[in-house]
């Protein structure tokens, strides 16, 4: 029935008449047609179809990938996934029936694979898993509803490969100390990736340099904090805690370059830093950042960051939303 009418012409009352019994039979094993269809949306995507008996972590979530959007191409299972996460956002039943049964029922046919991953040094330790798999529904649920016809094998695999085809491949990362030419090297990757993407120009660059000379000028390691990232002895992200104010810690010039965030290496610049802090027994560290670096806001707030302002500002040599986060140890 949801192949002739779609989701929302199938009416408990059709489906009585179609099945030959009352509505009331239908509804003492069904408390919803939510309920009911998402039984059915079980039966045609069942879970021994998504699952591969034997391969390597990314076979088998590229095997889920590939099976389910078959199965959507081939049976009316995308319709109803599609119908129940529109009737999410006006009935209840819906929102149960979809939680209990689909994203918390099927949550580890990804989150297995991911977690085999870090057990096999395929993806870093503090690979985020439930963030990563957040990141899959939602990329699907978004071409389920927006363009079903996007649902390919190519775009099962590029998924996997960039998530899990993503990683160090066997190069050695180091967290090291200040080396000659770090100041002129950090300048460079942070201005040139927001001329890129945010056309930054030499204000932006000045302030950087300036403010990082000064900061280097006067270091402390009894309370300052300077480190960088390497990558088979490049230097490809930074990070540093100014702690010039007795109390209050400074974090600055996070970065992590292009091709190696989401590898681990920002998180563990991030905690090289977090533990410097409080080790020095600083009562809170702040950082001040810009609206939309996504990834680095992932990273401040899963260690229990807090944005506790945002105001528009020129600081950073154009108008930007300027954020100021807080983390108290």
């Excluded at 972590?57 to 529109?86: D, K, M, N």
Aim: charged share 25%; hydrophobic share 40%.
């Amino acid at each position: 029935m949801v192949s002739e009418a779609g989701y929302n012409g199938a009416k408990i009352e059709h489906i009585a008449v179609r099945a030959g019994v009352g509505k009331q039979t239908i509804y003492r094993r069904w408390p919803s047609k939510a309920h009911l269809l998402t039984e059915v949306y079980t039966s045609l995507v069942p879970r021994r179809r998504l699952t591969v008996a034997a391969g390597s972590p990314a076979v088998e979530l590229q095997h889920l990938l590939t099976e389910s959007f078959r199965l959507y191409r081939e049976t009316p299972a995308a319709s109803i996934l599609a119908g129940l996460i529109a009737d999410v956002q006006t009935q209840g039943d819906a929102a149960d029936s979809l939680r209990e049964t689909l994203i918390n029922g099927r949550r580890n046919l990804i989150t297995g694979p991911l977690q085999r991953a870090i057990g096999e040094n395929l993806l870093p330790g503090d690979f985020d898993v439930a963030w990563a798999a957040d990141q899959i529904v939602a990329l699907i649920w978004h071409r389920l509803l927006s363009d079903r016809k996007k649902l390919t094998d190519d775009f099962a695999r590029e998924m996997v490969d960039k998530i899990i085809g993503k990683t160090l491949s066997g190069r050695r990362l180091s967290i090291t100390d200040y080396t000659p030419g770090a100041l002129g090297t950090v300048c460079e990757m942070q201005t040139t990736y927001h001329a890129e993407r945010r056309n930054f120009g030499r204000a932006f660059e000045t302030k950087i340099a300036g403010e990082m000379a000064e900061f280097l000028a006067r270091f402390n390691p009894d309370q300052n904090l300077f480190k960088l990232a390497k990558v088979d002895g490049e230097i490809v992200g930074s990070i540093t805690i100014d702690g010039q104010n007795p109390d209050h810690a400074h974090l600055r010039w996070f970065f992590v370059g292009d091709g190696l965030r989401g590898l681990g290496v920002g998180s563990q610049l991030l905690s090289t830093a977090l533990a410097f802090v409080r080790s020095k027994e600083f009562s809170t560290v702040f950082l001040t950042t810009i609206d939309g670096l996504d990834a680095a806001r992932h990273l401040y707030e899963k260690a229990g960051f807090d944005l506790v302002e945002e105001r528009s500002g020129d600081s950073w040599g154009k108008e930007v939303i300027e954020q100021r986060f807080e983390l108290v140890i």
